[in-house]
């Protein structure tokens, strides 16, 4: 049973980037507890590469993880042609740099068009470094338990909220936190209750709305994703552009994305095959499993010869076909809450899903830790959780969705292998006109505004109990 000593007690199910980084936040709040527990019997994340904007960025620093996660770092971004500083004066200057060159790929001659310019640089880490530097900072008063997949959970009316676990252990807490990713046993249990209220209420539509966002959609799209010892890709190709530069290449139906991580030693790929026409059916197979170059390597055989060199140094990859969560009308159901991909599960296309997941954590952690939040108004303060970080969550995963389009090529009424020379370039440029509008918000925009609501709303109803 909770503590008697603590105002909260905080579950957090799922040890990812999104519920590491809550328990990191919480622990500011010594009178907050909190308890993770995670499905795998280890703490290993599973991918390679991840991107980190200006606006996550700010969250990181607050926490005070920045630096940590800047000796993990080896890139020094360009501010402009022939000029370079150090990444930390990047970030702390935010200085116009180019964080991705943008390419068309698909042909045997490359055609470089563009490069995405941002306010302050992208930062690109290894995700296993990541969640090693969040371990590190975790308190020793938090504690992480393996081995612990949530079977189901029930609100009580006491406050208490019990935890059933597959191994038949129970647990109480008075916060459940699922962040538990794309395939989330909360997101299950979440879902399963609200749509058994409503059939209790004759309300067998919503129940049926409901019930449908239980399982994750395929969105069309198939990654290969693999990790490059850069001495083997230089090997194959001496100098490659990636070894140094972050390059996307565009092509129709497809498209590479190539960073340098681990102090330059990997370069991560990414190889996406999109079927766009497929978006929201069932996937046909393993969502995510070992996969092999020559399978993609058609695909990419007409392509100009960077692109080759990546391919054919891509030994061993890793395929997933690319789930995604369908929009909730909630990520809050009384005192339960949903964070990052078991809220919002989006494309990578904007490097942007581990980002929203530092968002939702880092609000949460302002809602949790603020002076009115008891376990009496628990149900308000989550509730203006979910009314500022929703809308916000689901603006980028459209935005993402779209992103992806326009990677692979696929823009209403345009035909980009069709013409050549000027009016070729000249649609390249209105493609990266408007991927950078829709890209920009990540740069330009803050999350404090998100967090000035919550403090202004959570403050306002302080004076209204008094």
């Known amino acids: 049973m909770p503590s008697a000593a603590k105002r909260l007690r905080v579950a957090i199910c799922g040890a990812g980037i999104g519920g590491l980084t809550l328990a990191v936040a919480l622990s500011q709040y010594p009178d907050i507890e909190v308890e993770l527990y995670e499905a795998a019997s280890t703490l290993a994340e599973v991918g390679a590469g991840v991107g980190i904007f200006p606006r996550p960025w700010k969250i990181l620093k607050l926490l005070g993880l920045d630096q940590d996660l800047l000796n993990t770092v080896d890139r020094k971004p360009q501010e402009g042609p022939g000029t370079c500083t150090s990444l930390l004066q990047l970030i702390n200057s935010q200085k116009v740099v180019h964080a991705f060159n943008w390419r068309k790929g698909d042909q045997h001659i490359g055609l470089p068009f563009a490069s995405l310019v941002t ?98 959609v395929w969105s069309g799209e198939i990654a290969y994703r693999a990790l490059i010892p850069a001495e083997r890709l230089n090997a194959i190709a001496p100098g490659h552009q990636v070894l140094t530069t972050p390059t996307q290449y565009l092509g129709k139906n497809a498209y590479v994305i190539a960073y340098p991580i681990s102090h330059g030693k990997m370069i991560n790929f990414v190889a996406f095959i999109c079927r766009h026409d497929l978006e929201n059916t069932e996937f046909d197979g393993p969502w995510v499993g070992p996969g092999d170059n020559s399978q993609f390597a058609q695909i990419f055989a007409h392509w100009e010869p960077d692109v080759q060199a990546l391919v054919h140094g891509a030994e061993k990859p890793l395929r997933w076909a690319i789930h995604t969560v369908k929009p909730l009308r909630s990520f809050v159901s009384g005192r339960t809450v949903l964070i990052g991909d078991a809220a919002h599960a989006m494309t990578p296309h904007q490097g942007s899903g581990a980002g929203q997941a530092i968002e939702d954590a880092y609000v949460l952690a302002t809602v949790l830790g603020h002076r009115s939040t008891t376990r009496q108004t628990l149900s308000r303060s989550l509730r203006v959780f979910d009314e500022i970080r929703r809308p916000v969550a689901a603006g980028v995963v459209e935005s993402s969705r779209m992103n992806g389009r326009y990677f692979s090529l696929e823009v209403d009424g345009v035909d980009f292998n069709r013409d050549a020379g000027p009016q070729l370039w000249d649609k390249l440029q209105t493609l990266n006109s408007t991927i950078v509008k829709n890209w920009e918000w990540t740069w330009t925009t803050s999350v404090d505004g998100s967090i000035q609501d919550a403090l202004q709303r959570l403050e306002t109803g302080v004076q209204l109990a008094c």
């Open 119 to 216: 306010n302050g640089p992208l930062i690109t880490l290894h995700r296993a470094d990541f969640q090693g530097i969040l371990l590190k900072r975790l308190p020793k008063s938090c504690r992480v338990n393996c081995s612990k997949r949530l079977r189901t959970y029930a609100q009580r009316q006491s406050g208490l909220t019990e935890l059933v676990f597959e191994d038949g252990t129970r647990t109480f807490c008075d916060v459940l936190v699922g962040a538990d990713g794309l395939k989330s046993a909360t997101r299950g249990a979440f879902l399963n209750e609200r749509a058994n209220w409503m059939r209790g209420q004759g309300r067998w539509q919503e129940a049926s709305d409901i019930a449908s966002c239980i399982d994750p």
